[in-house]
């Protein structure tokens, strides 16, 4: 094991035992090197990578703080590696994605109040609007998420959250049959967002299901390539 995976995985330790809690200072540079048995290099790298991942927070001039360590900002770093995976590997997610934004619906229906039904549909009435496939796929993303936040779970909204950020990479609505595609999936937003305004949790659960089997059946019909240039192209 090097020093640097060494110094990570003990850091990990300290903080997965509770040994340093939520919003705890970590112990001096020179006091845990000697702890960890590593140089101030290792440990300092260690560092970079947990505050990658949102686990530590260096403070400019006061230190290295344990972050708050809320799930939904744990799951949110999954982007990191998330976004590595190529359009076959992404479409194994899928399999995942359907039963969690089901579920989400399913909430969302139960728990929606007037305001979310009114959000909806206003975004719904954009999208229908716009001729932007960059526009088009914002508004899509901002859908998914209200529907999410209205489930009340902050942790699975930044999940599935992670899983769009990387499906918008690949460009559907840009392609000859595009226009088509954006037809059918504002059908099914129409659909969705009409079983959560009729409190009616089953049918929101179905409806989201489909749309987001439909996507994954047009990824790989189509396969795509991916666009780093920008987000916009495929339906939430």
Same mark, same amino acid.
């Given at each position: 094991?090097?020093?640097?995976?060494?110094?990570?995985?003990?850091?990990?330790?300290?903080?997965?035992?509770?040994?340093?809690?939520?919003?705890?200072?970590?112990?001096?540079?020179?006091?845990?090197?000697?702890?960890?048995?590593?140089?101030?290099?290792?440990?300092?790298?260690?560092?970079?990578?947990?505050?990658?991942?949102?686990?530590?927070?260096?403070?400019?001039?006061?230190?290295?703080?344990?972050?708050?360590?809320?799930?939904?900002?744990?799951?949110?770093?999954?982007?990191?590696?998330?976004?590595?995976?190529?359009?076959?590997? !992404?479409?194994?997610?899928?399999?995942? #994605?359907?039963?969690?934004? +089901?579920?989400? *619906? @399913?909430? =969302?229906?139960?728990?929606? %109040?007037?305001?979310?039904?009114?959000?909806?549909?206003?975004?719904?009435?954009?999208?229908?609007?716009?001729?932007?496939?960059?526009?088009?796929?914002?508004?899509?993303?901002?859908?998914?998420?209200?529907?999410?936040?209205?489930?009340?779970?902050?942790?699975?909204?930044?999940?599935?959250?992670?899983?769009?950020?990387?499906?918008?990479?690949?460009?559907?609505?840009?392609?000859?049959?595009?226009?088509?595609?954006?037809?059918?999936?504002?059908?099914?937003?129409?659909? !969705?967002?009409?079983?959560?305004?009729? #409190?009616?949790?089953?049918? +929101?659960?179905? *409806? @989201?299901? =489909?749309?987001?089997?439909? %996507?994954?059946?047009?990824?790989?019909?189509?396969?795509?390539?991916?666009?780093?240039?920008?987000?916009?192209?495929?339906?939430?």
């Amino acid at each position: 094991m090097s020093a640097v995976d060494r110094a990570f995985h003990g850091l990990r330790h300290m903080i997965a035992t509770g040994r340093l809690g939520p919003g705890e200072r970590i112990p001096p540079e020179a006091e845990l090197g000697e702890e960890l048995g590593v140089s101030r290099g290792p440990l300092r790298e260690a560092v970079r990578m947990l505050s990658a991942l949102g686990v530590v927070e260096p403070r400019h001039g006061s230190g290295t703080y344990v972050s708050q360590l809320r799930p939904e900002d744990i799951i949110g770093s999954l982007s990191l590696t998330l976004e590595l995976l190529p359009l076959t590997g !992404l479409l194994e997610v899928y399999e995942i #994605r359907r039963v969690l934004e +089901a579920h989400v *619906a @399913a909430k =969302a229906a139960a728990r929606r %109040t007037p305001e979310t039904v009114k959000s909806l549909f206003s975004l719904i009435e954009a999208m229908e609007a716009t001729e932007d496939p960059s526009e088009a796929s914002d508004l899509d993303h901002r859908f998914h998420a209200e529907i999410a936040r209205a489930a009340e779970n902050p942790t699975l909204a930044s999940l599935l959250a992670v899983f769009r950020a990387r499906s918008r990479k690949y460009q559907i609505f840009t392609l000859p049959e595009g226009p088509e595609l954006r037809r059918k999936s504002d059908a099914d937003h129409r659909v !969705l967002a009409t079983a959560i305004a009729d #409190r009616d949790p089953g049918a +929101a659960a179905g *409806a @989201a299901e =489909a749309h987001v089997a439909q %996507t994954e059946r047009w990824l790989r019909a189509f396969m795509p390539p991916v666009e780093e240039v920008d987000d916009d192209g495929v339906p939430g």
